[in-house]
């Protein structure tokens, strides 16, 4: 059994929810674990429970958005792309955003960056900086995205927590030379805040403001 956790994110302008990020979760015995793949489950089961979390939420009524993760697998998959647009007619008018996990090639970015903006569809390059989506193999992809994400837990992970100030002020500067959005991830207390607030970055989302949980 597949569920969507929530995780929600906070605009520290007005410390409101403007939207959730949505995160599979499988069911063993009596816990809820990370499942194995991600594509374990096709994306038109996903997009069911999607939307069975956006009615839950009342993500329409509030305006918010929900983010919705695709690895590169399921984005090359030919179902994908027409399963996303039939989903956001279904929630309209709440809004949807495609996390992409992993960098696709530069045509692929290109086609389906047209194809889901013609339908309202945000895109979003996932945890920036860390993994394959490195500076060098993301640039020539960020024009044609609306937002991109820095995970302060992956550095945290890796040992590398000393790096992190440098990292956002890069992807700062980044964002704001792109006309992105940037939403910090991993924002675990006060002292994150502070930091986010040096570099300007007033869009969060951590386990300071919530873990995810079951809708």
Request: avoid cysteine; aromatic fraction near 10%; charge should be negative.
């Amino acid at each position: 059994m597949y569920r969507f956790f929530v995780q929600p994110q906070i605009n520290q302008d007005d410390n409101r929810v403007f939207g959730y990020e949505v995160l599979l979760r499988k069911q063993e015995n009596d816990t809820w674990v990370l499942p194995k793949h991600f594509t374990d489950i096709s994306v038109t089961d996903q997009a069911k429970l999607l939307e069975e979390a956006a009615a839950s939420l009342h993500t329409a009524v509030n305006n918010q958005v929900l983010a919705f993760n695709l690895n590169n697998q399921q984005l090359r998959d030919p179902l994908t792309l027409g399963t996303i647009i039939a989903l956001k007619k279904r929630i309209a008018p709440a809004a949807l955003t495609i996390e992409l996990t992993e960098a696709p090639t530069l045509d692929e970015m290109k086609l389906f960056s047209m194809s889901v903006h013609q339908y309202g569809i945000g895109l979003v390059l996932d945890d920036v900086g860390t993994g394959s989506n490195t500076y060098e193999n993301i640039r020539f992809l960020l024009p044609f995205v609306d937002e991109i994400k820095f995970a302060m837990q992956n550095l945290r992970m890796s040992g590398e927590g000393d790096l992190i100030p440098a990292s956002l002020a890069f992807w700062a500067q980044t964002a704001r030379d792109f006309r992105l959005r940037l939403v910090l991830e991993g924002v675990e207390n006060e002292q994150d805040q502070e930091l986010a607030k040096q570099f300007g970055i007033t869009l969060h989302q951590g386990y300071l403001y919530g873990k995810p949980s079951l809708v």
